[in-house]
């Protein structure tokens, strides 16, 4: 374990649609070196076929990339370790069945981020890199499926959108034969069409100054100052709309034998630039400065916000308490009693994975009833609904889904998110431990369990509930609840019995 003083070593993955990314940095009290990194261009975005399902290829490419960071990543452990997925993972209709191998490949967790939680995380690795002064700066990151935008001059952006536009898509889309002028025109306007939906709230929110951030920006960046002998950061409206003339005069960008691209880029470089010709048109933005920071950086400086107990989830659950006008009373009365059953039933899981779902179970106490800002009937769908559909800061979709399918679970019919349960024992533990919280602290009243009460889970498939048969007979209501709890879990393959001692 590292004393305060030692620096800690922590690893992001950053799964994108264009190419896949180790990163292996230092972390010394906040400042971070890099040790290591590792990148390959997979092309994810290139093995969609028109019903968005991923080819074989673009699979196999991925598992073979995926297993050489996970033999770099040996001897970490998980908490040094982020891994995040973004648009090809979002959209694909067969990742499901994809994600359980490229896990095993990895040899850690993959997080699928939505995207506006990976426009958060960029702003948040610019945020860091650049130095602060007051101005606000709209941030551009062109990735290979999907272009984020963010405004921002402090921790948290002021406005934050992904849409679906990407070099590797839209090369695909409108330059896979040929590049000619009218093909650029045609995915300039494809792309002002897109960024139509936020340039209204953008122009109204206004900004100092432009950044653009990755892959796409950088090679721009690069040309512009090889083909120019400039050697600023700049971007400028005038200089991509002459690159743009030029590779359709040449018929494509390889035949345009550009100064400064990369060979690794020339494939994706045409849908790059019309995106962001797009962005300076639709947007109106004049010249553009490009930062080394990106999606990696962001996902570092967030994981060392968890370790320093900064949580973005944490405000996040704070925020959303305060949105849909929860009780922090009853939901702290829920949140420990539940901890305190989980604790009692989980005695073979290990301390890593049960500190995860110790966290996991109070976020969905603490959100538990948001659904009754709705209504209270069905208010357990409601809030689950919610938690599924929500941009929430700092949760990955796996998490938001998990909490999702706690809070559906909390009462009524058990077997309604059988098909949802992931992590085995432990969630079903999770779920049997809100729902007896909830059915326990039913008169919104401070509560504690009887002395003497003990839960445990003696062979598997089976819990047994041993509590006062006095405190039983005093407390008819929750007696006779406690019945009917033991009757919905003979649903499902787990065994509930109380035992009256």
Sequence with gaps: MNSPDTPQMLASVDLGSNSFRLQICQNDNGQLQVVDSIKEMVRFAAGLDEQKNLDEASQQRALACLAKFGERLRGFAPEQVRAVATNTFRVAKNIAAFIPQAEAALGFPIEVIAGREEARLIYTGVIHTLPPNGDRMLVVDIGGGSTEFVIGSEAQPACAESLPLGCVTYTMRFFKNKTGEKDFQTAVTAARAEIQRIAQKYKR??????????????????????????????????????????????????????????????????????????????????????????????????????SLNEDMREQTVVRFQERYHVSRSQAERVARTADHLLESLAQNVSVHELKHWRQYLRWAAALHEIGTDIAHTAYHKHTAYILAQADMPGFSRKEQNILAALALGQRGDVRKVADQIQGGNIMWYALFALRLSVLFNRARLPFELPRHTRLGSPESGSIVLRISRQWLDENPLTAGALNDESEQWAKTHIRFTVEAV
């Excluded at 743009?244 to 550009?258: D, Y």
């Excluded at 048109?281 to 080394?292: Q, Y």
């Design 205 to 306: 929110t206004g900004w100092d100054f432009a950044i653009g951030t990755s892959g796409s920006a950088k090679s721009i960046r690069d040309v512009l100052a090889a083909e120019t002998g400039n050697s600023g950061e700049t971007i400028t409206y005038v200089g991509m709309k002459k690159l743009a003339q030029r590779i359709a005069e040449a018929g494509s960008v390889k035949k345009a034998k550009l100064e400064g691209l990369k060979a690794e880029r020339v494939e994706v470089f045409a849908g790059g630039l019309a995106v962001m010709i797009a962005v300076f048109e639709e947007l109106g933005v004049e010249t553009m400065n490009v930062t080394d920071a990106a999606l990696r950086d962001g996902v570092f400086y967030d994981l060392i916000g968890r």
